[in-house]
C-alpha cells in the first residue's frame, strides 16, 4: 500500500475519476455507473435551489432531455478530513436544445463519505454559471 503522499495522491485520482464517471454518465444517459458511486441517502442541490436525491438523479441520467453531447471536469481542488472528501470544480459543457447547440459551464462542491471501505459521493450542489 502507498504511504503518506503517494497514498493521498492515488485517492485523489480515484475521487476525481468518480466525478469525471458522474460527468460522462450524462452524455452517454447511462446512470448504471452511479448506482454504486452515488450514496443511497444522497442529496443534491441544483441551480434553482430545487433538491433532489438520488433515485430523481438516476432518472434525469437517463432522460433524453437530459442527454449533453460533451461534459469535461476542468480542474478540482480536493480537500480531505478522515472519511469525508469535499471536492470543488468545474465542468464544462455542449448540449442540445432543439436545433440551437449551446455551450456552459458548471461549479459544484460534492461531499464524499467513506462508508465500509468505499468512497460515495453523499451530498453535491451545482451551479450552472454560463459559458
Same mark, same amino acid.
Given at each position: 500500500?502507498?504511504?503518506g503522499g503517494d497514498a493521498v495522491a492515488d485517492l485523489t485520482t480515484t475521487?476525481? %475519476?468518480m466525478?469525471?464517471?458522474w460527468a460522462l454518465a450524462y452524455v452517454g444517459q447511462d446512470p448504471k455507473p452511479l448506482e454504486t458511486i452515488?450514496?443511497?441517502?444522497f442529496v443534491g442541490i441544483e441551480s434553482d435551489g430545487s433538491v433532489y436525491d438520488k433515485k430523481a438523479l438516476l432518472l434525469q441520467v437517463a432522460s433524453p432531455e437530459a442527454k449533453l453531447l460533451s461534459n469535461e471536469v476542468g480542474a478540482v481542488k480536493l480537500r480531505l478530513f478522515g472519511d469525508v472528501a469535499v471536492l470543488q470544480g468545474s465542468e464544462t459543457?455542449?448540449?442540445?436544445t432543439g436545433a440551437k447547440? %449551446?455551450?456552459g459551464r458548471f461549479v459544484w462542491t460534492d461531499v464524499m463519505a467513506k462508508r465500509a471501505g468505499r468512497w460515495q459521493i453523499v451530498a453535491a450542489q451545482d451551479n450552472e454559471v454560463g459559458p
Open positions: 500500500m502507498p504511504k475521487l476525481i %475519476e466525478e469525471r464517471q452515488i450514496a443511497d441517502d459543457f455542449t448540449r442540445r447547440l %449551446e455551450t
